[in-house]
T-cell receptor
Framework: DAGVIQSPRHEVTEMGQEVTLRCKPI?????LFWYRQTMMRGLELLIY????????DSGMPEDRFSAKMPNASFSTLKIQPSEPRDSAVYFC?????????????FGPGTRLTVL | GDSVTQMEGPVTLSEEAFLTINCTYT??????LFWYVQYPGEGLQLLLK?????DKGSNKGFEATYRKETTSFHLEKGSVQVSDSAVYFC???????????FGSGTQLTVLP
C-alpha cells in the first residue's frame, strides 16, 4: 500500500498567486481530511469529506480557501489568492468510516511558502 | 467544545531516561484516545490508542492508560532512545462524525 500521497511536497509561490494542493487517499478509504500545521496554531482541521461529500468546512479560514473531492481517489485544496500568512504545512489524511478505532492515516504533507 | 491539553515542550532528555508527556481531555462522552508521533519532515503516524476506560495502549516501548476518573492519557516510556526524538500529539475522538481533535504537540529531543 502506497499510503496517502500528497503533491507537491514543497511549493513556493508569490503573494496573490493561486495554489493547488493535491491528495490521493489510501485505496478503499472513504473519509478524507485536510489539516494545516503552523508553529503558532499547531494542527488545525480545515475540512473533511465522507464518501466524497464535504461534511464540515468550519475550519476553512476564509473564502480564499476551497476544497473539492471529485472522486474517491482524489482531492484538492485550493488557495486563491494566496497570502504570506498561508505559509504552513498542509496535511491530508484518510480513514475508513465505521471503524471503532477511528485511526487516520496521514500523508507526508505539502510545505507551502508564500512570499 | 471537545479539547485536548498536553504538556508544553520542548522536552529534552538523555538517552535511557524515563519519559512522561501529560495529556488530559474534556470529558464529553467516552471518546477513543490516541497518541500520534511526527518525525522530522514527515506526516503524523499513529503510535498507540485506547478505545475505552482502563485500556492500555502500547507500541515500541511506549504506553498510555485511558484514565476516565482523571480524564487523562499520559504517554510514558521507560528508556528513551535518540531515535524517539519527534513531536508527539495526543488526540481524542470528537463530534458526531468521530473526527479527531489534536493537542498542541510536544517536541521531544533525546540526547546521546
Amino acid at each position: 500500500d502506497a499510503g496517502v500521497i500528497q503533491s507537491p511536497r514543497h511549493e513556493v509561490t508569490e503573494m496573490g498567486q493561486e495554489v493547488t494542493l493535491r491528495c490521493k487517499p489510501i485505496s478503499g478509504h472513504n473519509s478524507l481530511f485536510w489539516y494545516r500545521q503552523t508553529m503558532m496554531r499547531g494542527l488545525e482541521l480545515l475540512i473533511y469529506f465522507n464518501n466524497n461529500v464535504p461534511i464540515d468546512d468550519s475550519g476553512m479560514p476564509e473564502d480564499r480557501f476551497s476544497a473539492k473531492m471529485p472522486n474517491a481517489s482524489f482531492s484538492t485544496l485550493k488557495i486563491q489568492p494566496s497570502e504570506p500568512r498561508d505559509s504552513a504545512v498542509y496535511f491530508c489524511a484518510s480513514r475508513t468510516l465505521g471503524t471503532k478505532s477511528n485511526e487516520q492515516f496521514f500523508g507526508p504533507g505539502t510545505r507551502l511558502t508564500v512570499l | 467544545g471537545d479539547s485536548v491539553t498536553q504538556m508544553e515542550g520542548p522536552v529534552t532528555l538523555s538517552e535511557e531516561a524515563f519519559l512522561t508527556i501529560n495529556c488530559t481531555y474534556t470529558a464529553t462522552g467516552y471518546p477513543s484516545l490516541f497518541w500520534y508521533v511526527q518525525y522530522p519532515g514527515e506526516g503524523l503516524q499513529l503510535l498507540l490508542k485506547a478505545t475505552k476506560a482502563d485500556d492500555k495502549g502500547s507500541n515500541k516501548g511506549f504506553e498510555a492508560t485511558y484514565r476516565k476518573e482523571t480524564t487523562s492519557f499520559h504517554l510514558e516510556k521507560g528508556s528513551v532512545q535518540v531515535s524517539d526524538s519527534a513531536v508527539y500529539f495526543c488526540a481524542r475522538q470528537s463530534g458526531s462524525a468521530r473526527q479527531l481533535t489534536f493537542g498542541s504537540g510536544t517536541q521531544l529531543t533525546v540526547l546521546p
